[in-house]
């Protein structure tokens, strides 16, 4: 059965995953593919998504940045994630559309819970006041090792994407215990493949979770 309008009303999808594991490419293919069904979409990214998200996204990621105190960087993310959610994703909610978020909460808990070393409580606590408890109903995480996601990256990237291996190995790891832990709303996806094919796995898995059998 096709998915209708009101099948993926009101959900909400994020994708998660390292450094250039293809997250971006995967968010437009997807928008595209609901779109056409004549589904309403709406697509944002984090950090960012609003105008004073994406100001703090380029305060704290422009190129001349260097790494901040972990818990500054913390709760930069979570402001931008407040506004997010404020301005963007639960209006969209509310009125019915499907919302597809590149990078979430679950970004905070991965990067600065298992990469950075802050508290997990700390975390929890800052990541729930952010979205006031906000949670996807879908979260599909790309997985590739980190190796080849920073040789897909390139070079010139932010203070993040220089980090080195072993913080990003731990991203990756932290990824999957989250994925492990709540296995009824991650999906991991081999980031390894060509995006048609991560496409046409995502697309499945976004109509399975609204049960509405195959794609
Ligand atoms: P992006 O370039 O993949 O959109 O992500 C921006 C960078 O910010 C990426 O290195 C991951 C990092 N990040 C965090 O460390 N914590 C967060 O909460 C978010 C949303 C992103």
Known sequence: MAPSTGDLAGCFVTIEGGEGTGKTT???ALAERARAKGLDVVTCREPGGTALGERLRSALLGADGSAPDP????LVFAAAR??????????ALDRGALVLCDRYADST??????????????????????????????TLLLDLPPTEGLRRAGRAGDYMEREDLAFHERVRAGYGELA???PERWRVLDASRGAGDMADEAWGEIVRAAQLGPA
Do not use: I, K
């Not at 818990?71 to 913390?74: D, G, H, K, Q, S």
């Not at 991965?110 to 979205?131: C, I, K, S, W």
């Open 82 to 91: 407040a506004q997010l959610v404020a301005e963007v994703v639960r209006p």
């Open 109 to 138: 808990t991965a990067y600065q819970h298992y990469g950075r070393g802050l508290p997990r409580e700390t975390v929890d606590a800052v990541n729930a006041a952010a979205t006031g408890a906000l949670t996807p109903d879908l």
């Open 26 to 28: 995967l968010l437009a």
């Open 71 to 74: 818990r500054a960087e913390l």
């Open 180 to 182: 492990r832990s709540e």
